[in-house]
């Protein structure tokens, strides 16, 4: 049976980036040895990796705009302390719209003071804050495009004249943005873009070197530019599978026909939610994302018996994050519509049934 794979993330990646991945594992590059064993400053590689970089650029419409990419590992975890490592020297303005940027906000307060401009933990991360100023004197603003555990969305990124560093792990690709309005750029590869083992960084360069403390090596992102993404062993099969997946999305037309597909993805299953008595939304309408769509049964006694369903329908990584229960739909880019309409199908089912 076709699984439907709505897995949070590690995440669903196309069956072509499978197929052509696979194969690597047993010959790269017609090389006899397994990508999994070339040496990471070998040829081969160092190929992958300068397209990799040089192509994530391209889909975002940042080359020649300033910006370096690294792919680095640690996860957005890792993020959280570089960013205020080479950004915060005195005071930086966050905004708190779940529970990833919380975590941020909580290694950022180790280098200076944090500023909490807007939160909505007052109704459990159910919506995006609004109405909140950026100060002019802070370092930069940092914020989450998406909330993968709550299902929430920023849909406006605030103007204001300092650096903005945004959290992207979970909607990287998957939707049009004027991108240099952002000056740091990262996201964990597993939610949308590769394998879990490295992060994407877009930095652009000339916000560094501002900070008076000095930067561990590992940490500096001056050193990670400088040597190319290469400073130490990268995630050499993370990377690799990351690239190819970029190299798809390019194919299906890029970030402008990937944002069309999603948002009929987003579309089919909202309007299910909506019009399905059976079923509520965590969030508000507003900002509901279109990677993750959560919702709740409004009968618990019907829970055995949609579980069943859903799982026989061949529908996998349904449950929602253990902190908010309920169900979580992530839609991914590769995820396809079919898969979309077969849940819908389930949930439609279980109405005739009720």
């Not at 397209?51 to 994530?56: C, M």
């Not at 944090?114 to 914020?143: A, L, R, T």
């Not at 979970?170 to 590769?194: E, H, P, T, V």
């Amino acid at each position: 049976m076709k699984k439907h794979n709505y897995s949070a993330g590690p995440c669903i990646l196309p069956q072509e980036v499978f197929k052509e991945a696979s194969q690597a594992i047993l010959d790269y590059n017609n090389s006899g040895l397994s990508i999994l064993e070339i040496s990471h400053r070998s040829k081969d590689f160092v190929d992958v990796m300068e397209e990799a970089r040089s192509l994530s650029l391209e889909l975002l419409g940042l080359e020649n705009k300033g910006y370096k990419a690294l792919f680095l590992q640690g996860g957005a975890s890792m993020q959280f302390l570089m960013v205020a490592y080479n950004l915060l020297e005195k005071k930086a303005a966050y905004l708190n719209s779940g529970t990833w940027a919380s975590k941020a906000i909580k290694e950022a307060k180790l280098f200076g003071e944090v500023q909490v401009v807007g939160s909505s933990e007052d109704k459990n991360f159910s919506y995006i804050p609004k109405k909140y100023d950026v100060p002019g004197d802070v370092d930069y603003f940092h914020c989450t495009s998406n909330n993968t555990i709550f299902g929430t969305q920023m849909k406006k990124f605030p103007k204001t004249a300092v650096p903005v560093v945004c959290d992207m792990s979970s909607d990287i690709f998957s939707r049009q943005l004027d991108f240099s309005k952002f000056d740091l750029i990262y996201a964990g590869a597993q939610k949308n873009m590769g394998p879990a083992g490295t992060t994407l960084v877009i930095i652009k360069e000339d916000i560094l070197g501002e900070v008076s403390r000095k930067i561990p090596s590992m940490m500096d992102y001056k050193v990670h530019i400088g040597k190319d993404s290469m400073f130490n062993t990268p995630a050499v099969y993370a990377v690799y599978v990351s690239l190819l997946t970029m190299r798809w999305l390019k194919e299906q037309g890029g970030i402008k026909a990937i944002e069309e597909q999603n948002e009929k993805k987003a579309q089919l299953l909202y309007s299910e939610i909506d019009i399905n008595p059976l079923f509520k939304g965590f969030t508000a309408k507003e900002d509901r994302s279109i990677m993750n769509a959560t919702f709740n049964l409004t009968k618990d006694s019907l829970k055995d018996e949609f579980d069943k369903m859903w799982k026989d329908a061949g529908i996998n990584g349904l449950n929602g994050h253990r902190s908010v229960g309920g169900y979580r739909a992530s839609m991914y880019n590769a995820l396809p519509l079919e898969s979309v309409q077969i849940l819908v199908d389930v949930m439609s089912d279980l109405e005739r049934k009720a």
